[in-house]
């Protein structure tokens, strides 16, 4: 594995200055990354330019320094998979700045600036991708209809969540989720309480008792009038009969002495 330690102490002081100046003030659409421990591979996200096919999209690439550099150009690999005629399938980057008109005075500024605009601009003469350059040539449309395709399958924005964003999502989520909770139990209670409550006036009341508490219909039958129930009308039967036993009693001793009365008017005759 490369490190800092195949590049020259002044080629490394000059790549840190260059890093440090592109971190600070990034080419439009281009974002650069770095292992400190290791300048020799550099690697850069680029933005699919608009009106393009490739628009939307984020292309990962990589330059690979080598140990005789600046005097010898970097290499540049796509690591995402794209539909180009000057990109290869296995990602390798074909453009004249990397390779006949390098010139060491070239920084990684104009490096990336240059494969940006490839994409802008292809160049199907000197093509990696003969089928991407062919179609661009004979059918601009198959051509750009095979790039949006590439774009959409492998070159979709890792989605960027500020801090906290996931946090709040999860507690709101909840909170929805209680609330809704309570609310059904709410509407629950509310239909079972629909279901059994009964009209005022065929809902069982309560009476209280020195013995406790007795149900108003027993209450009821207790003091509905005595002609209308059985042992209330025992009872006036009762005291009927014993009133009639008394008067029948009263009768038999005053028909005993007419009879007497009568057989002492018969002997005196």
Excluded at 134 to 148: G, S, T, W
Excluded at 194 to 211: D, E, H, M, N, R
Aim: with cysteine; net charge positive.
């Amino acid at each position: 594995m490369a490190t800092n330690e195949n590049l020259p102490p002044n080629v490394i002081k000059q790549l840190a200055k260059e890093l440090k100046s592109l971190d600070e003030s990034p080419p439009e659409g281009i974002k650069v990354s770095v292992n400190d421990d290791d300048f020799s591979i550099i690697y850069a996200d680029i933005e699919g330019p608009a009106g393009t096919p490739y628009e939307n999209g984020v292309f990962r690439m990589k330059l690979l320094l080598s140990h005789d550099f600046p005097h010898s150009p970097p290499k540049g690999y796509f690591l995402t998979k794209i539909f180009h005629p000057n990109i290869a399938t296995n990602g390798e980057i074909c453009v004249n700045t990397l390779k006949k008109d390098w010139n060491p005075s070239l920084g990684l500024r104009h490096v990336l600036i240059v494969v940006r605009c490839l994409l802008i601009e292809p160049f199907p003469e000197s093509a990696l991708n003969e089928q991407a350059g062919k179609m661009l040539l004979e059918n601009y449309d198959e051509y750009a209809r095979h790039a949006r395709l590439y774009t959409g399958i492998h070159a979709k924005p890792k989605p960027k969540f500020k801090t906290g964003a996931i946090t709040e999502s999860t507690t709101a989520l909840n909170v929805e989720q209680h609330n809704t909770s309570v609310l059904n139990v709410e509407q629950k209670n509310a239909a079972s309480g629909a279901g059994l409550s009964l009209p005022t006036s065929l809902a069982p009341s309560t009476t209280s008792t020195k013995g406790g508490i007795i149900p108003d219909h027993q209450h009821q039958q207790s003091t509905i009038p005595a002609t209308e129930t059985g042992v209330s009308g025992t009872g006036t039967v009762g005291i009927s009969g014993t009133a009639s036993k008394k008067e029948g009693l009263q009768k038999v001793p005053a028909d005993k002495k007419k009879m007497d009365a009568r057989k002492k008017s018969l002997k005196r005759l």
